[in-house]
Structure formats: C-alpha cells, structure tokens
C-alpha cells in the first residue's frame, strides 16, 4: 500500500506540473566527474560553493508529507542486540540458622515466598521454650531444608533468603560486537512474560573466553529488579547501549542518499529551495547515522519525503552526461 500511495503522489505531482527543479551549470556539480574528491583533497571548504539546487512549492512539500530538521551535535548512540538468561547473584543470598537446638514446631514461609528483614519465619521448641526465628535480610525465599517436626542444630541451613531486587543476567554477545563492549555501559532488558517493560542495569563483567561451539562471548549485566517480577532461569532480550566518545550531527537514516557513489542530504535554504550537499558518515545504526563532515549546526536538513527530491534531482541530470 505505501508503494501505490508513493506513486499515486509522484504521477500526480508531475500531472498537476507542481515539481520545478533548476540544475546549475555542470561544473558546479556535486556528484558529477571527480569536482567532490579533488577538492576534499586539496583541502577545500567551499562545499556550499557547490551545491545544486531544486525548488519545491510548499504545495508539492505538504503533499509528499516532506519533513526538516534543524541539525544539532549529539553523542551517537546504537544498540547491540543479544539474548541471556536470568540467574542469582550467590553474594545476594543469606542463609537462615537457629540460635539454638531444637525441634521445628511452625514453619510461616514457603518457598517463593517475600519476606522482610526481622521478619519472624518460623518457631523452634526447645525444651518447654519457643524460640523465634527471624529473616536476617528482605528477600524472597528460595530454599528450605527441614519441615515440621524436624530436629535442627545451631549449625544447620533452615532456609535460604536471596535478594532478588537485583538480579545477574548472562548474555552471549558476538565477536564482531564485542569492541564496542565496555565495563559500566547501560543495558536494557526485555522478556515476554512482561511486554513493553523494560529493565535497566549495567554490564559488572566481560569474559576474557570465547565460546569454541558459539564463537560468543560471555558478558554479564546487574539488572535492577524492584518488583521481583523477572524471575531466575528466565530467557531475555537485551539491548547493550553504544555511545560515542565525540559529539556529531546526529540524523534519521532516511535523511542521507546514495547517488553517484556519494552520500548526500538536502538542505532546506528557503521556503520552496532546497540544495543538496555531499556528507561524510561516521557512525551508522538502523535507524539513525552521525554525520562527521559536510553539515554544520543549525542547518535545516530533510528528514522525510526527501526521495521524492532525489528522483527530482536525478531527472534533472538526465541527458546531462552524468556518470554515476
């Protein structure tokens, strides 16, 4: 349906004559001969000396829904997908122990159950004296040892209590990938139990080990987990959070075209013109790319619709002897 929608607009912007473009003269050509590289080789910055130019009425912008953006620096941010699965912190659990000998007369908790610190968990019956024993942390009861009527010691494990408001997630991050890793990052975490939610956390730890079968490493994030909603063995998706050292002019993908060979956006100067400049990539993701040369801020940059000026552009070029 897009598609017929695109070309709908195209035959009846040229129907209705409403497309007007004016070529300059071929030698002031970006894209056309070797002008571009002769002149980022001998160290020209006369880029805006060399633009072309088209006009568009804001009838024919408001029909093909083309949209600006006024160029800004930013840090360049990209994502790095991967799976991993939910497991426990083992310096998050506590072991619950009784004071004294005894025989087991009530047990108050279960397993998976929450539980707060000072939390009475269960009673030992020593002799004719009922002992309390108390959660030494808040947490979520993950084992228990003995059941009523059990005799227990003072040196025995009654239940274990882990904390699991924070929770370890193993993820297998790829070799191409794991330049771009580093210890402190962000990462965000999803699973399907909980659709939408995201979790947050930071990567604590980078194995030094590939994985011979897999040819992954492993890599391992702190995930906060306030509501105790992930629980441990769950598989997830993650999304490791890249960010650049330096600041760029940071754009939607759709606003960079290839033609000739060179990678180019449009310039809005005026209401109805437009000029297209040859730009430089540094960084690029799915949906947005950091451009390193050819802009400066505050410049006023087509982010949408801005194929439809490329086709107008490239028709313009036609019979004009324009290799690409």
């Not at 982010?303 to 490329?310: N, Q, R, T």
Request: charge should be negative; aromatic fraction near 6%.
């Amino acid at each position: 349906m897009k598609l017929i929608k695109v070309l709908l607009i195209i035959a009846l912007s040229f129907s209705l004559g409403i497309w007007s473009s004016q070529y300059f003269p071929k030698k002031k050509d970006l894209l056309c001969s070797d002008k571009v590289r002769d002149n980022h080789e001998e160290g020209h910055d006369d880029h805006h000396e060399e633009e072309s130019e088209l006009e568009l009425s804001k009838k024919s912008q408001e029909l093909i829904g083309l949209k600006t953006q006024e160029t800004k620096l930013a840090y360049f941010t990209k994502r790095i997908s991967v799976i991993g699965q939910i497991t426990q912190d083992p310096e998050s659990s506590s072991h619950v122990t009784v004071p004294a000998s005894g025989v087991l007369a009530e047990c108050k908790v279960r397993i998976g159950e929450a539980v707060k610190k000072d939390e009475t968990i269960c009673v030992i019956k020593n002799g004719d004296s009922l002992i309390e024993v108390k959660a030494p942390v808040s947490g979520v009861v993950i084992s228990a040892s003995f059941k009523t009527g059990d005799r227990v010691d003072a040196v025995s494990s009654m239940h274990t209590i882990a904390d699991l408001s924070k929770l370890w997630v193993t993820l297998d991050v790829y070799e191409k990938d794991i330049a771009d890793v580093k210890l402190g990052q962000k990462i965000f975490i999803q699973s399907i139990a909980y659709p939408g939610k995201r979790f947050s956390g930071e990567i604590t730890f980078i194995s030094p080990r590939v994985d011979e079968d897999s040819h992954t490493i492993k890599v391992r994030a702190l995930i906060q987990n306030p509501d105790y909603l992930l629980k441990l063995g769950m598989f997830i998706n993650a999304d490791i959070i890249v960010e650049s050292q330096d600041k760029d002019i940071v754009l939607p993908a759709e606003a960079v075209h290839l033609i000739g060979g060179e990678r180019v956006v449009f310039i809005k100067t005026n209401e109805e013109k437009f000029r297209i400049r040859a730009v430089e990539v540094k960084e690029q993701a799915k949906d947005k790319v950091a451009v390193s040369e050819g802009l400066n801020e505050g410049e006023d940059v087509v982010v949408a619709a801005g194929f439809l000026l490329k086709s107008e552009f490239l028709k313009s070029q036609m019979g004009e002897g324009c290799a690409d």
